[in-house]
């Protein structure tokens, strides 16, 4: 039988960046749902290239669109819970990137939760994958962690 590899730690990840959950994510159980952590994923990401001048939502001429996605659960988060997402990079393509996300309750310094989502870049005009820019090549580059995956044509 194969064993469950335990939960990341903030020293795993290379950059931060802080959410707060909301009365209504929690559940009938009492927790954040699952789908409220891919919310978490989505909005840490697509926020830290927003504050990085990296995507404009409603003028980007190339943006990434979700390919694939995954995540693992290892404790419960629920509203006032403040979330910090920890994230990196272990794959950087052409035209995709393969963002690690974990998120940590309040000062645990244990991940909540650990997931992925590949993004592939698109155009905007014809929606057909595209080369990833060198600004935003560049400033992807600063989320790639020690001994991940990085594209040699970059």
């Known amino acids: 039988m194969k064993l469950r590899a335990p939960p990341g730690t903030?020293?795993?990840y290379v950059d931060f960046y802080p959410l707060q959950t909301r009365w209504m994510d929690n559940?009938?159980?009492?927790?954040?749902?699952?789908?409220?952590?891919?919310?978490?994923?989505?909005?840490?990401v697509n926020g830290w290239l927003i504050e990085r001048g990296l995507l404009d939502p409603g003028s980007s001429e190339e943006y990434g669109v979700v390919a694939e996605t995954g995540c693992r659960y290892f404790a419960e988060?629920?509203?006032?819970?403040?979330?910090t997402a920890g994230l990196r990079i272990s794959h950087l393509g052409n035209s995709s990137v393969?963002?690690?996300?974990?998120?940590?309750?309040?000062?645990d310094d244990t991940a909540a939760c650990e997931g992925f989502y590949v993004h592939?870049?698109?155009?905007?005009?014809?929606?057909?994958?595209a080369r990833i820019a060198a600004?935003?090549?560049a400033a992807l580059a600063q989320l790639v962690s020690s001994g991940m995956v990085r594209d040699p044509d970059a």
């Open 10 to 12: 903030r020293a795993d």
């Open 27 to 44: 559940d009938a159980y009492g927790h954040v749902n699952n789908v409220v952590a891919y919310s978490l994923f989505d909005t840490a």
């Open 77 to 83: 988060m629920s509203f006032p819970d403040r979330i």
């Open 98 to 107: 393969r963002y690690e996300v974990a998120l940590f309750r309040n000062d």
């Open 120 to 129: 592939v870049y698109v155009r905007r005009a014809d929606h057909k994958p």
């Open 135 to 137: 600004v935003r090549r």
